[in-house]
């Protein structure tokens, strides 16, 4: 027995002297750089590439530089703005992959517009790189079983995993925390997953307690202050490659404007007009030297990255597809891609510019807009106090946003013809949140809105009508306890109305409270009706390109603002959308936030024009203007009982044992038809 065992020993150290020498003689070494790994073990399967076989960088030499920056512990993030034909997701992504599950294996999570898009992902692009790499091969199973928990969008690897989710579902995006996380085209992410934020932030957030973090984005721009990739990359060191002359040897970043094209008169080409395309070429901007497709790209290959800003940690790259040396990339190829999208665009659809801009120039789509600069509106600013009303003011509104930390508010004089002055712009901080009705902000609220404003005239005016916004769930329980004692004030619970483009009314009656207790709403419980805003249309009357934001002087549809105003005003109320096409519905223009700004002010205005359309102010002729100005001469109409204390509300308010024949009653006009009485 001794002696088997003893055989059995000497097997296993010499089973274990071969297998060390296996791995010493196959296993990369540690320090090995994404570049090096990839020229040495990547292989590209024929399902996926159109030059199958051994990988090489040559091909595209911009791409050693990114992995660079990727491999550099000084950068925590790296982004890619980019076009089409760029090498991003086969070149970087994959390679990085690739070396990182090989070499340095951790958790890492990969998001996508969608979950389908993800699985495409797999299929196209992950898949066939593993099976057609064998070091990747012998430690990533493929399969669509579930061995070992695998599946489509999680591979399992020693040391690690892969998840790969999309971007809206908001369990998949906060569920698992990892040192890399990677996001595919960020301008199609969810920006509001699960009413709980953006997508991309909520998915960094996962990566805050790793100290060697990676975040990493490449993606196509979309649209100029829209864009989250542009965003991203302007806060990055704003790398650019360089790429020298044959002839000068001057370098510059290869630009659309510098491709050219002859011309023939006689020719008249039903797309091309008399453009002839086979004639592109790349001309130097220094010394205007005409680079063919071959003498291009062999000046890309001399190019370099330079950073053209200070780093902090964020490495930014911009290419375009001029660089690209695939086919399907020539020059004449891009001129008549251009020359397509030029001629629908000069008969209304402008569809495929915005595509051409983004794919092959790379760069986001920039909306011609009349809207006022920042400087014009400053300069707009009048000679009047805050919290008090001007003299063609004569009925007060407000619109109140609500943030989890703060209520933001703004309080609107109107007078004839919906000419409105601001009295009030401002936040009110919470204490602890705004979650909480006992929070002192909300008695803040009270005392800002119930209070009596000074009219300039003498006269002492009461805010008729108050909207406040209850589309958060996570605040609308503490919304719906303050409005609900209220409702005799005017006070009305709003949402904005969702994916309606333009369709919804501004102002609409809500639907009746259901007085039989079969609806499971929130607002239902606490006894409240939800009025539903029109918000694109109230954007576009207020700040659309023919939008009352850009009507000067005095007169109907006026705007006014005082001179001390809080200086993020502009920005936040006039200058934080765009009118754009949207991510899903691309031919229609839309309201969207632009990137990095907040938009409460925005909200708070379009909340003040419901509130005073809930008064039917626009309908008012001018003998009632009259009237209602007449009547503040001889009688305070505005006194108002104490405000009643808030009480704490049980979870189910309001019984519903009411007479089926109870039907809700729409205000009409409060103290503003008092005196037809």
């Known amino acids: 027995m001794n002696h088997l065992n003893t055989f059995q020993e000497e097997c296993q150290k010499t089973l274990d002297g071969l297998m060390s020498e296996i791995y010493q003689a196959w296993a990369p070494p540690s320090k090995m750089t994404i570049t090096e790994w990839s020229n040495k073990y990547r292989y590209l399967a024929p399902e996926s590439s159109a030059i199958p076989g051994k990988y090489s960088v040559k091909l595209t030499p911009w791409v050693p530089g990114m992995h660079e920056a990727i491999d550099d512990p000084f950068n925590w993030k790296i982004v890619a703005m980019k076009s089409a034909q760029a090498a991003w997701t086969d070149g970087v992504l994959n390679n990085y992959l690739g070396r990182k599950i090989d070499i340095d294996p951790s958790a890492i999570v990969g998001m996508f517009a969608k979950a389908d898009a993800a699985k495409e992902y797999v299929d196209e692009k992950f898949e066939p790189m593993v099976t057609a790499t064998p070091r990747l091969k012998n430690i990533i199973d493929v399969t669509t079983s579930r061995k070992d928990g695998n599946r489509k969008t999680f591979k399992r690897f020693p040391g690690g995993f892969l998840k790969l989710v999309g971007s809206n579902s908001i369990s998949n995006v906060k569920s698992t925390p990892a040192p890399v996380v990677f996001v595919e085209e960020p301008?199609?992410?969810?920006?509001?997953?699960?009413?709980?934020?953006?997508?991309?932030?909520?998915?960094?957030?996962?990566?805050?307690?790793?100290?060697?973090?990676?975040?990493?984005?490449?993606?196509?721009?979309?649209?100029?202050?829209?864009?989250?990739?542009?965003?991203?990359f302007l806060e990055s060191d704003q790398r650019k490659f360089f790429v020298p002359c044959h002839d000068c040897h001057e370098s510059h970043v290869l630009d659309w404007d510098n491709v050219t094209w002859q011309t023939d008169q006689d020719q008249h080409h039903e797309i091309y007009g008399d453009a002839l395309p086979d004639t592109a070429a790349y001309a130097c901007p220094h010394c205007g030297s005409l680079w063919t497709d071959f003498q291009k790209n062999k000046n890309v290959r001399k190019g370099e990255w330079i950073a053209t800003t200070e780093s902090r940690g964020i490495a930014g790259f911009y290419i375009n597809e001029i660089y690209s040396p695939f086919p399907g990339s020539k020059l004449v190829r891009l001129v008549e891609r251009y020359l397509q999208a030029l001629k629908k665009q000069d008969s209304g659809d402008n569809e495929d510019m915005?595509?051409?801009?983004?794919?092959?120039?790379?760069?986001?789509?920039?909306?011609?807009?009349?809207?006022?600069?920042?400087?014009?509106?400053?300069?707009?600013?009048?000679?009047?106090?805050?919290?008090?009303?001007?003299?063609?003011?004569?009925?007060?509104?407000?619109?109140?946003?609500?943030?989890?930390?703060?209520?933001?508010?703004?309080?609107?004089?109107?007078?004839?013809?919906?000419?409105?002055?601001?009295?009030?712009?401002?936040?009110?901080?919470?204490?602890?949140?705004t979650l909480d009705i006992t929070d002192p902000v909300w008695s803040e609220l009270d005392k800002l809105l119930f209070r009596?404003?000074?009219?300039?005239?003498?006269?002492?005016?009461?805010?008729?009508?108050?909207?406040?916004?209850?589309?958060?769930?996570?605040?609308?329980?503490?919304?719906?306890?303050?409005?609900?004692?209220?409702?005799?004030?005017?006070?009305?619970?709003?949402?904005?109305?969702?994916?309606?483009?333009?369709?919804?009314?501004?102002?609409?009656?809500?639907?009746?409270?259901?007085?039989?207790?079969?609806?499971?709403?929130?607002?239902?419980?606490?006894?409240?009706?939800?009025?539903?805003?029109?918000?694109?249309?109230?954007?576009?009357?207020?700040?659309?390109?023919?939008?009352?934001?850009?009507?000067?002087?005095?007169?109907?549809?006026?705007?006014?603002?005082?001179?001390?105003?809080?200086?993020?005003?502009?920005?936040?109320?006039?200058?934080?959308?765009?009118?754009?096409?949207?991510?899903?519905?691309?031919?229609?223009?839309?309201?969207?936030?632009?990137?990095?700004?907040?938009?409460?002010?925005?909200?708070?205005?379009?909340?003040?024009?419901?509130?005073?359309?809930?008064?039917?102010?626009?309908?008012?002729?001018?003998?009632?203007?009259?009237?209602?100005?007449?009547?503040?001469?001889?009688?305070?109409?505005?006194?108002?009982?104490?405000?009643?204390?808030?009480?704490?509300v049980k979870e189910n308010p309001v019984k519903t044992k009411r007479s089926s024949r109870a039907k809700s009653r729409r205000r009409n006009g409060g103290y503003i038809n008092a005196h037809r009485k």
């Open 187 to 232: 301008d199609d992410a969810a920006d509001n997953v699960g009413s709980q934020g953006d997508a991309i932030k909520l998915l960094e957030e996962r990566t805050k307690t790793f100290p060697k973090r990676k975040v990493i984005f490449g993606g196509t721009p979309s649209i100029k202050g829209v864009s989250t990739i542009e965003a991203a």
């Open 354 to 433: 915005i595509v051409f801009v983004n794919s092959c120039k790379g760069l986001p789509y920039e909306i011609e807009s009349n809207a006022p600069e920042l400087d014009e509106l400053e300069e707009r600013a009048e000679d009047y106090e805050e919290l008090t009303v001007p003299a063609g003011g004569l009925v007060l509104v407000a619109g109140v946003d609500v943030q989890h930390d703060r209520l933001a508010v703004q309080i609107w004089a109107y007078g004839r013809g919906e000419e409105q002055w601001l009295v009030y712009w401002g936040e009110l901080p919470a204490k602890k949140n």
């Open 452 to 648: 009596t404003f000074k009219h300039e005239k003498n006269y002492q005016l009461r805010i008729a009508a108050v909207s406040i916004d209850s589309s958060d769930g996570q605040t609308s329980d503490a919304v719906y306890s303050w409005v609900r004692p209220r409702q005799k004030r005017g006070v009305m619970a709003v949402k904005g109305s969702s994916n309606d483009y333009g369709t919804r009314e501004i102002f609409s009656k809500p639907k009746a409270i259901d007085t039989r207790g079969k609806s499971n709403t929130k607002a239902s419980k606490y006894g409240l009706q939800i009025y539903i805003v029109g918000t694109h249309k109230a954007k576009d009357l207020l700040i659309g390109d023919k939008g009352r934001i850009s009507l000067t002087g005095s007169g109907a549809g006026r705007m006014h603002w005082y001179k001390t105003v809080r200086a993020d005003f502009y920005e936040q109320t006039f200058l934080a959308e765009v009118k754009a096409p949207h991510k899903k519905v691309r031919k229609k223009l839309i309201w969207q936030l632009r990137s990095g700004v907040r938009n409460e002010g925005t909200d708070c205005c379009v909340m003040s024009l419901h509130a005073s359309r809930s008064l039917r102010l626009n309908l008012m002729t001018d003998k009632q203007w009259d009237d209602l100005e007449a009547k503040f001469k001889q009688i305070d109409l505005f006194a108002e009982e104490p405000v009643v204390e808030d009480k704490p």
